[in-house]
């Protein structure tokens, strides 16, 4: 599979190895999925970002599975469409195309390595707008640990994507008393919610994550119909 990435940018992928630990968990979640009817007439976008700087190494493996898993669940919900953004190293930053098949992304996500570099929150912050401007978008589900930016700008740049009705779910990976500050700031200015995780969480991290998909395919009541996810996710939404 060929995805474009950028002006300049392109991926290929292989297969995504599979968790066994964790597939029950996730067989149940696509059963529950499967009986949820999209919003009449919308095909839900959700764009999924990560923080693959080097500070977040030790539990990339871990985070790869379960967001791997994710896409597969995504894929699952009628009228998803899904696309992969990262940022790590000197200022690299890049893009898939969306697709329906998000298990595909899955399957990039095992050709990502994490590189040093400072966090590029601002430029995830400020595709979203740009992608908005071009067709409307369900949810933001961002995956970090850290934020070395200016928080007043990147929370402007909430604000604005807030306005144009997307929501941010902010799942902080650790203990960062600064980017734990601006990501509740972006998710209480968006609507979203601010979800930490440490590697101690991971089935929770996975109902969350699945249930953010939810959400992107089929609104606040296709959430409130589902299960597991929806009782952890919804008491952190401002509905």
């Excluded at 994710?70 to 992969?84: P, S």
Aim: hydrophobic share 45%; net charge positive; aromatic share 6%.
């Amino acid at each position: 599979m060929s995805v474009d990435m950028s002006k300049n940018r392109d991926i290929t992928s292989r297969q995504a190895p599979t968790a066994p630990s964790i597939r029950s968990d996730v067989e149940a979640f696509l059963a529950e999925a499967g009986r949820i009817a999209p919003a009449a007439g919308a095909r839900g976008r959700l764009i999924f970002a990560l923080d693959a700087t080097m500070s977040r190494q030790p539990t990339w493996d871990l985070a790869c599975g379960l967001q791997a898993e994710m896409f597969d669940a995504a894929g699952a919900v009628g009228g998803l469409q899904v696309q992969l953004v990262y940022f790590r190293g000197i200022g690299e930053s890049r893009a898939s195309a969306f697709v329906a098949n998000a298990a595909a992304l899955g399957d990039l996500m095992v050709k990502i390595d994490c590189r040093g570099g400072h966090t590029q929150i601002g430029k995830v912050l400020a595709h979203v707008r740009r992608e908005v401007g071009k067709r409307p978008v369900a949810a933001l589900a961002y995956v970090g640990d850290a934020m070395e930016e200016n928080p007043d700008q990147l929370c402007h740049l909430a604000g604005e994507i807030g306005l144009l009705g997307v929501r941010a779910f902010m799942f902080h990976e650790g203990r960062d008393k600064a980017a734990e500050r601006t990501f509740r700031e972006i998710a209480r200015l968006t609507g979203g919610a601010y979800l930490p995780f440490d590697r101690s969480s991971a089935a929770e991290l996975r109902a969350l994550l699945n249930a953010v998909a939810t959400y992107a395919a089929g609104g606040l009541k296709a959430l409130e119909q589902s299960k597991d996810g929806a009782r952890l996710l919804l008491p952190h939404m401002k509905r």
